[in-house]
């Protein structure tokens, strides 16, 4: 587990750059849904890959500064360090590196080169070359570059060593993109390197002992011990104490932490009254920070599921259905292999008949099939021949039972704007009745397709409520490009979807009303799906914050929710229950950080893409009658 540091997150200084598509870029110039060039660290390849989360803030503290003759890195505490360690590459916190005693060799080019960059930089005159074209064309060479004096020099290695890491005061923008593989190509001072990003991490906290594990052997330095583990309850709950009185404190500023994001399973014999567990609810009461999974109004258990990222949800009884070992087995050796996401809006924009409507979308869902498909094929193969070396490791009980490494792992497609949909195809959106009657037949639709593809490939599918942070916004401006009076969410200048199959943010601050609306829908997700019950303020106490847990989970067959208070930052009086975008308490005009959950995880608003915060300005927030909570 990557727990984040009290910094905020593994971050970079603010005059360091990244690699991006359009090149060189600053912390003030990438946003959520750009790409950004990165190195795959099974292949040792460039690739593209998307910036799925962003952060940057005002840091003043220690750095730590790593030097040779051609780098000049300067991170933060924590931030992992990409490195070599035998013939492998690892991404470990520098705080470990600097304790090496070995060489500490880092990549500074891809070990796959590209011939034509090769006999260009061969070719071109250097002095009169673009610099900024050259360093990007040394990358593609597989060399290493930097700049001094305004002189380029060609670097013909693909590692360096470094010489000196040193802790230094620093005081500025700290920033990190966060990419699928959780490295970025950066520049500082003219010298070119590959690091390390912060990953999005969830955890699943169970509150007593599991009945998978209850009976088994501990295990202490990889041997089994006389004690089982239904012996270690208190210690779960001193751990969970424990984890929340450090999340409830945030960084000294008093934020948050945005990961790990804990799922608390909500069971039928769940200890409500449990005092240990006090600061888990003064938690969400504040900051919001838990996932809960509802197994109270559920047919599953919680062992039958694991959660991850902010919505996903794989059914291990689709892996125990498939054979090949015991459900338990299995259970951790799952995961989806990759998610397409749907374009709802436009399927309603270009169909004039029913008919119409669910032929395109089961065009749609062919093709995301067939990549899906590939994609399997794909990793399979460079699992095969070693590319993904801890991936074959973990999974070599798969391959032996079932013939392929990755054959516990679904193949998941999901959906943006049902809504806008709705509007475009039959005139009235999900908040209605034809609307939603409509909206349940295209999820069964969807989902009868989904068995057909499983019995067709012998791989496993599900259907998943995309959370589309940045995705959302891209494809209704693609749609507004294309379709001048397609309907969309937001304004004119800044377009959005609504979230897979959820209200309008601005229909209701009824909690209940929204859910009579929602919980048929999203109990058609086979892959996920998550309520946020988005409030104005922090919970005053935490009677209220069980209260409403349980009257929700009770009444409805939701599969997540998230309490999500908004608050605000202040850099003198730090924590602020509500929105406050200056500072009601200061005697200056300060400003201050609004944090809400972004779809799946809190961070400030100032920080989201603009269609998110023209989102945030519409959204009607939830009202908490309090006595109504403690009957």
Not at 126 to 151: C, H, N, R, W
Not at 227 to 252: L, Q
Request: proline share 4%; net charge neutral.
């Amino acid at each position: 587990m990557a727990v984040p540091t009290r910094v905020g997150f593994q971050c970079l200084s603010e005059d360091t750059e990244i690699l991006t598509e359009k090149g060189w870029k600053g912390y003030n110039e990438v946003d959520i849904g750009d790409s950004i060039k990165t190195f795959n660290i099974q292949n040792r390849e460039i690739e593209s890959k998307e910036v799925i989360k962003m952060f940057k803030r005002e840091y003043e503290g220690e750095m730590y500064n790593l030097k040779n003759e051609i780098q000049d890195q300067l991170i933060s505490p924590e931030h992992r360090v990409l490195r070599k360690e035998g013939n492998d590459f690892v991404l470990e916190k520098i705080e470990e590196v600097a304790k090496l005693k070995t060489k500490i060799i880092i990549p500074i080019a891809p070990e796959k080169s590209s011939d034509e960059a090769r006999a260009f930089l061969e070719a071109c005159d250097t002095e009169k070359t673009d610099l900024e074209l050259l360093q990007i064309m040394a990358l593609d060479a597989g060399y290493g570059s930097f700049v001094s004096e305004g002189k380029f020099k060609l670097i013909k290695e693909t590692k360096t060593q470094i010489s000196q890491v040193n802790k230094i005061g620093y005081k500025g923008v700290i920033w990190c993109p966060t990419t699928e593989n959780e490295t970025v190509i950066a520049r500082r001072n003219g010298t070119v390197f590959i690091t390390g990003n912060c990953p999005f991490t969830n955890i699943t906290l169970d509150l007593t002992p599991s009945e998978n594990f209850k009976d088994q052997p501990v295990i202490i330095g990889g041997e089994p011990q006389e004690e089982t583990y239904a012996e270690f309850g208190s210690e779960m709950k001193m751990f969970i104490k424990a984890f929340y009185t450090v999340m409830i404190k945030g960084d000294r500023s008093g934020r948050p932490f945005s990961f790990p994001i804990p799922t608390i399973n909500i069971t039928k014999d769940f200890p409500w009254d449990d005092p240990d567990l006090d600061k888990l609810w003064e938690a969400s009461a504040k900051y919001g920070i838990n996932n809960f999974a509802n197994y109270i109004n559920s047919d599953m258990s919680p062992s039958d599921s694991r959660s991850m990222c902010c919505r996903l949800r794989l059914d291990l009884t689709q892996l125990s259905n498939r054979g090949g070992g015991s459900l338990f087995g299995s259970g951790s050796l799952t995961g989806s292999i990759g998610v397409v996401t749907l374009n709802l809006p436009r399927i309603g924009y270009t169909s004039k008949t029913k008919k119409e409507f669910f032929e395109r979308l089961g065009e749609a869902m062919d093709i995301a099939k067939e990549s899906l498909e590939i994609k399997r094929k794909t990793i399979e193969n460079y699992t095969k021949k070693g590319l993904y070396p801890y991936s074959r490791h973990y999974l070599k009980g798969v391959k032996r039972a079932k013939g392929q490494y990755f054959a516990n792992h679904f193949a998941t497609i999901g959906l943006i704007g049902m809504h806008e949909a709705l509007l475009n195809f039959l005139g009235e959106g999900v908040n209605t009745k034809k609307g939603k009657k409509f909206a349940l037949e295209i999820l069964d639709f969807m989902r009868e397709r989904l068995v057909k593809y499983q019995t067709e490939t012998g791989n496993i599918y599900n259907l998943e409520a995309t959370p589309a942070e940045s995705t959302a916004y891209r494809l209704a401006r693609k749609d507004k490009k294309a379709f001048k009076d397609i309907i969309a969410s937001g304004t004119r200048k800044i377009p959005y979807y609504t979230n897979s199959t959820q209200l309008p943010v601005n229909y209701t601050d009824d909690i209940f009303e929204e859910m009579d609306l929602q919980d048929e829908l999203q109990c058609k997700y086979t892959g996920g799906t998550i309520e946020h019950i988005f409030l104005g303020e922090e919970i005053s106490d935490i009677e209220t914050t069980k209260k409403l847990v349980k009257r929700v989970f009770e009444k409805y067959h939701l599969p997540f929710i998230t309490l999500t208070p908004t608050f605000s930052i202040c850099p003198a009086h730090g924590y602020i229950s509500g929105k406050h975008f200056k500072c009601p308490k200061c005697t200056i005009d300060q400003p201050c950080e609004v944090y809400s959950r972004v779809v799946g995880y809190l961070r400030p608003v100032s920080q989201w893409n603009e269609a998110k915060q023209q989102e945030f300005k519409k959204r009607k927030v939830f009202k908490i009658r309090q006595r109504e909570y403690k009957k």
